[in-house]
């Protein structure tokens, strides 16, 4: 029913920055909310962010918290998860998710949809 696809994604220093992208098509963007979760090796797949369908709501995992900021933009049907002053911790495969209506998630049982994942690591 929707496809996501992710972006950005690769290698950076700690201290340094990302922006991924997750571009989504085949049913409609704007009437869902969006997620970002990921993936350690040996590592449940956690939570990460959240955004609302409108964009006025986000919630943020204390991990992430204040390093990180995700935003939407409607018009493009792409989410967006700026970090910042990232770590080696952070290392992981995010994944791009979609909720199953206008509320935002923040468990995997919430999620209707999940993208492909993509690798970002962090070296120290």
């Known amino acids: 029913q929707v496809q996501l696809v992710e972006s950005g994604g690769g290698l950076v220093q700690a201290g340094g920055s990302l922006r991924l992208s997750c571009a989504a098509s085949?049913?409609?963007?704007?009437?869902?909310?969006m997620g970002w979760f990921r993936q350690a090796p040996g590592k449940e797949r956690e939570f990460v962010a959240s955004i609302s369908w409108s964009g006025s709501t986000t919630i943020y995992a204390d991990s992430v918290k204040g390093r990180s900021t995700i935003s939407r933009d409607n018009a493009k049907n792409t989410v967006y998860l700026q970090m910042n002053k990232m770590k080696p911790e952070d290392t992981a495969v995010y994944y791009c998710a979609q909720g199953k209506g206008t509320v935002v998630v923040t468990t995997s049982s919430g999620v209707g949809s999940w993208g492909q994942g993509t690798q970002v690591t962090v070296s120290s």
């Open positions: 085949g049913r409609t963007f704007s009437t869902y909310a």
